[in-house]
């Protein structure tokens, strides 16, 4: 039987390569893999453990970030919500992951979302309810995420988030989805 050599869960350990590659950059072409293993501090060899090669370790980093963003932007919502309210909640959600993973947001930010990803699926959902009960204009998934994410992005990639600036966002993304 093989023993296993660290009890740190694997998650944990891609959390930290995840964290080290932001702070040096997320430029994985500039930087080696033995320095991001030491600025991860764990070994190079766990590192070509879980990573043999880097677009391997790059399809990690993505999945891994996508993975925190959306367990915090997507956590249950409580039942019952009107449209607005849900809307509320899911940006209240984004601006606290923008806020307090400033680094992280900032490099989600930078991928490309697929048309699979939770926050388009979710979207979708959005989009289908706000029409069926004409508070929202028709949107498909991928034109209301675009509404929602693509200026929020455009302050991410600028690390240009406050508060306030998160504050009036929320509300010219909701003026621009509403049937008015």
């Known amino acids: 039987m093989s023993k296993r050599r660290s009890p740190e869960p694997i998650s944990a350990i891609e959390d930290r390569l995840l964290r080290a590659s932001v702070a040096l950059g997320d ?13 991860a ?4 060899g766990t590192l070509y453990r879980i990573a043999p090669s880097k677009s391997a370790l790059a399809e990690i980093l993505d999945a891994r970030a ?6 915090h932007v997507f956590a249950p919502f409580p039942a019952r919500l009107s449209l607005q309210q849900r809307f509320h909640l899911m940006w209240t959600r ?3 992951f923008a806020l307090q993973e400033t680094d992280i947001a900032a490099y989600v ?9 939770a ?9 289908r309810d706000g029409a069926a009960t004409g ?7 991928e034109e209301l995420a675009a509404i929602v994410w693509g200026p929020l992005s455009a302050l991410l990639r600028n690390h240009a988030c406050s508060v306030e600036s998160l504050k009036q ?12």
């Open 119 to 127: 926050f388009i699926r979710a979207s979708a959902i959005f989009a």
């Open 135 to 141: 508070e929202l204009k028709a949107f498909s998934g």
């Open 94 to 96: 984004l601006a606290e």
């Open 27 to 39: 430029n994985l072409d500039s930087v080696s893999l033995p320095e991001l293993a030491a600025a």
């Open 109 to 117: 930010a930078r991928k490309p979302m697929g048309s699979d990803s």
């Open 41 to 44: 501090n764990i070994a190079v």
């Open 66 to 71: 996508r993975t925190l963003f959306e367990r």
């Open 169 to 180: 966002l929320e509300q010219a993304a909701w003026d621009g989805l509403r049937r008015i």
